[in-house]
């Protein structure tokens, strides 16, 4: 794997990537779910970099990224990524988001067309701010003494009871990205989510796309995907047995759904 490297965008914020994969391949970028970092797609890395040339980065306010004090907006999360296309003279990628990172390949699909090939968007909804009380979100972890309590809820949202009940290499992990990430960073993110709502403009994205949801996911239901997938023209959607966190509960099926989709005739 290659070292983390860094670009700083217009307005400012350093933000931090990593490339994995052969130069002669598509290029797959990766977006991450809130609370984590680019490491949360460490285990897919082996699989998806034989085929592509996986671009992955620290959304703003999360891991090695700057993370500016204020409210973020989805526009702004978005941007950071065209740019950093630009930066790095890539001039089509397939997206692949996960939850936040789904909003932002929303927005990509909408606002950046010329930038994507296929769209894959997993975990994700178009509009959450009438189920999630995001400003209530945002006081308590900028008043929250460290990030340990609001770690275990995120986990209890993320993975299925079953990983939860005894010690687990893989849910150690996410709750470590979840507690390394600055409140600031959290909070920001947490205001973009409640901002936007791109229910019917996402009827607009013409890039081949795939929808993944899972079936017991609590956050993003399977219903949000299913909304996603009618909304936008000729979407293709999949439902997979698990909960948020999905291409590590099934990571075989999730890589083979997104191996085939990219790969599949046009």
């Not at 699909?109 to 178009?126: K, Q, V």
């Not at 945002?138 to 986990?155: E, K, Q, S, T, Y």
Request: overall charge negative; hydrophobic content about 45%.
């Amino acid at each position: 794997m290659g070292g983390d490297q860094h670009f700083t965008t217009a307005d400012g914020c350093r933000i931090a990537y990593r490339i994995d994969g052969a130069d002669d391949r598509p290029v797959l970028a990766l977006s991450n779910s809130i609370a984590t970092n680019l490491h949360m797609w460490d285990r897919s890395v082996p699989t998806l970099s034989r085929s592509f040339r996986l671009l992955r980065y620290d959304t703003r306010g999360h891991g090695s990224s700057d993370a500016p004090v204020g409210a973020y907006s989805i526009d702004r999360l978005g941007r950071d990524v065209v740019e950093l296309l630009d930066a790095l003279e890539i001039d089509r990628a397939h997206f692949l988001g996960l939850s936040l990172g789904g909003f932002i390949g929303q927005w990509l699909g909408i606002f950046a067309p010329e930038h994507i090939d296929r769209l894959i968007l997993s975990n994700t909804a178009s509009y959450l701010a009438s189920e999630l009380p995001f400003d209530d979100q945002i006081r308590a972890v900028l008043a929250a003494p460290d990030m340990n309590a609001i770690a275990d809820g995120f986990m209890r949202n993320w993975f299925p009871a079953t990983m939860l009940a005894a010690p687990n290499e893989i849910v150690d992990e996410f709750r470590g990205m979840v507690r390394a990430t600055p409140a600031r960073g959290l909070a920001g993110c947490y205001a973009a989510l409640r901002d936007v709502d791109l229910r019917r403009i996402i009827s607009l994205i013409a890039a081949p796309t795939l929808v993944i949801g899972g079936e017991s996911d609590t956050v993003t239901r399977a219903s949000h995907s299913e909304a996603i997938a009618a909304t936008i023209p000729d979407a293709k959607l999949v439902l997979l047995p698990g909960v948020h966190i999905l291409y590590v509960e099934q990571a075989d099926r999730f890589n083979d759904e997104v191996a085939s989709f990219l790969q599949g005739a046009p």
